[in-house]
């Protein structure tokens, strides 16, 4: 293969990189923002009959969603890396347009399917006038950042050389924080967290688990498959696996959850202790 072959071959690659990462990083965007902090919606939120409508397959669904964008942000770092290990000079200015592109295309994808043919979820599920927030979800994020990726890669446009691979290492960083971010939400340990139990687990199990923690139970769904919490320390989240969690995540806004908190009616919260005792 000749330079202009290999040059050519690189720039290719460089492109779907980008494309993948931008892709990633509009799904941790949504994760982090709608699904986590906001809590606006679920992935599966219009679902609401047979196994797919219990609450604790709605948060799961969620934490399926982010690990399919750890899986595609890995795959366009991966392609990035070999980029580099074959052509060390390649140029990296074609990563921006199509970065944002994937990032617009991601809105583009999630507003037609997921909003409006399959109907999974909107923007806003307590909202109505569920169609404004799609759409104006879908230019803000959607359609500008796609055509101003797109006139980028027209014209070829990027920064200089040397500013461009400057630019690649924040990215890799800006993934891997919002990565971390999808999966331990910044927050201090009298913030929220969301456990969904596995269907074979029980409650007790759970409540066991907490005995010795300085937590605050703020309410459970009938069944018991879905607990919201307060008081947990990241150790304590992560403990939790081991006693039947199927899923551990939550917010630093606590009131993100109204939505389905104020649906269900719970009564007053009760410390871990006071629970335990009337199970």
């Known amino acids: ?128 006038m569920p169609l404004v927030w799609d759409v104006a979800w879908l230019v803000v994020f959607g359609l500008a950042p796609f055509f101003a990726g797109w006139r980028g890669r027209s014209a070829g446009g990027g920064p200089p050389k040397r500013r461009s691979r400057v630019g690649v290492g924040l990215l890799v960083v800006a993934l891997s924080c919002a990565a971390a971010a999808n999966l331990f939400p910044l927050r201090d340990d009298n913030d929220t967290t969301v456990v969904a139990l596995r269907p074979n687990a ?29 008081g947990l320390s990241l150790r304590e989240r992560l403990a939790l696996y081991g006693s039947g969690a199927l899923y551990v995540s939550g917010t630093s806004s606590p009131a993100g959850c109204a939505a389905w908190l104020q649906a269900a009616k719970p009564g007053p919260a009760l410390s871990v202790e006071t629970q335990a005792g009337l199970m």
Do not use: C, N
């Not at 330079?3 to 492109?15: K, M, T």
């Not at 991966?78 to 921006?96: D, E, H, S």
């Not at 066991?208 to 018991?224: C, H, M, P, S």
């Open 1 to 128: 293969m000749d330079a202009a072959s290999s040059l050519d071959a690189s720039e290719r690659g460089v492109r779907r990189a980008g494309a993948l990462l931008g892709f990633a990083m509009g799904g941790f965007f949504d994760g982090i923002l709608l699904h986590q902090i906001l809590q606006w919606h679920h992935l599966l939120s219009a679902i609401q009959t047979g196994i797919l409508g219990d609450l604790r397959m709605q948060v799961a669904a969620d934490g399926l969603f982010h690990a399919f964008m750890y899986v595609l942000a890995a795959f366009g770092l991966w392609i990035l890396y070999r980029v580099w290990k074959r052509a060390p000079a390649a140029p990296m200015r074609p990563l921006w347009p199509t970065f944002w592109m994937g990032f617009g295309m991601w809105h583009i994808v999630d507003a037609l399917f997921s909003h409006w043919i399959i109907g999974i979820h909107r923007i806003r599920m307590d909202s109505d």
């Open 202 to 230: 029980s409650a007790a199990g759970l409540l066991q688990a907490l005995g010795g923690a300085d937590a605050r139970i703020v309410w459970t769904d009938r069944a018991g498959g879905v607990w919201v919490l307060q």
